[in-house]
């Protein structure tokens, strides 16, 4: 079966840098990607990695090891909108099938 | 572009009658669309793979008789949940992909409460 942990809360000060770690376990994998996702809210795309390596948008940078199956998002200059939830989501088997992580549930703090 | 559109946002109803979900693609086809389920608190589950023209794919676990999927054209899958019970009660969300894109287009959601 296909299995995403990840932390299921983090807390960080307005403005500093938080890394939220994931590491799964999928067959027929393609990358991984992350997703925000406010509360009542739909999942927000925020970045995929393919290959290995730091993929940077902005604030946010995605990091993938494959050899490693490990995976995390970077969130610097930290905002408070910010706080959400934040999934891995493993992309596999075609046609966009995503499989979402256990999520983590970050609060940013003044 | 790549719009998906899920309605109704939000429903009541009571336990043993069915609700409809629509889940369109306004401005690209969708061969292909998926259907989740979340509790609150949890990560999403999912449910089925809905394939335009033909059978969904159900995920282990999922009664497919009671969830029922049909994806008549390539803008429009609709999540039926038959006989519902209060432990139905959950946010439920479409994706579609658009393409070779690596990204995955959800719906707005669907608050479902069962009474």
């Known amino acids: 079966g296909q299995s995403l942990e990840q932390p299921s809360e983090v807390t960080a000060v307005e403005g500093a840098i938080v890394q939220i770690n994931c590491t799964y376990q999928t067959s027929g994998f393609y990358g991984l990607s992350w997703y925000q996702q406010h509360d009542g809210g739909a999942p927000t795309f925020l970045s995929y990695?393919?290959?290995?390596g730091l993929e940077e948008t902005g604030r946010f940078s995605s990091f993938l090891s494959r050899s490693d199956s490990y995976g995390y998002l970077l969130l610097q200059e930290l905002q408070m909108k910010d706080s959400a939830s934040y999934f891995c989501a493993a992309l596999s088997g075609g046609y966009q099938k995503v499989t979402f992580g256990t999520g983590t549930k970050l609060q940013v703090i003044p | 572009g790549a719009v998906v559109s899920q309605h109704p946002s939000r429903v009541i109803c009571k336990s043993g009658t069915s609700v409809k979900i629509e889940c369109r693609s306004l401005d690209f086809q969708a061969t292909t669309m998926f259907w989740y389920r979340q509790f609150p608190k949890q990560s999403l589950m999912l449910m089925a793979t809905s394939n335009e023209g033909s059978k969904a794919t159900y995920e282990q676990g999922v009664e497919k008789d009671k969830f029922l999927i049909n994806h008549a054209s390539l803008t429009l899958s609709t999540l039926t949940v038959t006989s519902a019970h209060p432990e139905d009660s959950s946010f439920y969300i479409c994706?579609?992909?658009?393409?070779?894109?690596?990204?995955?287009?959800f719906g707005q959601g669907t608050r479902l409460t069962v009474v």
């Open positions: 994706s579609a992909g658009r393409g070779s894109d690596t990204e995955a287009f």
């Open positions: 990695n393919a290959l290995d």
